[in-house]
């Protein structure tokens, strides 16, 4: 006769079961922290849209016309850090239309859906437009793109 000793431990079965577990719960936390992140890029935008807004009046009272970039709007008007085109994930930029007398300033994500999901666009009428899907968004000059929706307080 022989006798079988009890062996303490999982089984294989009990493993993939806890592994399964562990790799949803990751998932989660890691679709979260994107979602944090997307979010908080977007608000660091429209932030940064504000601030194109006020640097581009001011720029128009002492220069007689609107920049024509955002590196012509530079950091004594923008206070730094935007005036490369990039920021929070997105790409910026400035052109101004009409030999000066109206401007846009587009942000798009640098990674769609990674860095930010939507695009924005202000101009001389100084609203912010979120447009959803616009991954090609540029800058022309003249006036923010139809199809866009007007945020408030922008």
């Known amino acids: 006769m022989t ?13 993939i079961v806890v592994l399964t577990i562990i790799s949803i719960v990751a ?29 581009s009046i001011s720029y128009r009272s002492s220069q007689g016309a609107y920049a024509v970039s955002l590196a ?4 004594s008007y923008l206070g730094g850090g935007l005036e490369s085109g990039d ?8 052109k101004a239309g009409n030999q000066g007398e109206t401007y846009t300033c587009t942000a798009v994500p ?9 695009s924005y ?6 609203a912010i437009y979120l447009y959803d899907n616009a991954p090609g ?12 929706t007007a945020l408030a307080g922008g």
Request: hydrophobic content about 40%; glycine content about 12%; proline content about 2%.
């Open 121 to 126: 666009c202000t101009d001389v009428f100084n």
């Open 72 to 75: 012509a709007l530079g950091s």
């Open 27 to 55: 998932a989660i936390v890691a679709s979260s922290a994107l979602a944090a992140r997307v979010q908080a890029n977007e608000g660091a935008v429209r932030g940064a849209l504000k601030t194109v807004q006020s640097a």
């Open 110 to 118: 640098k990674t769609a859906n990674f860095t930010g999901v939507r």
């Open 3 to 15: 006798t079988r000793k009890i062996q303490a431990g999982f089984t294989l079965v009990e493993l």
């Open 137 to 148: 968004l540029t800058a022309d000059g003249s006036s923010c793109p139809p199809g866009g």
């Open 87 to 94: 920021k929070s994930g997105y790409r910026f930029e400035l």
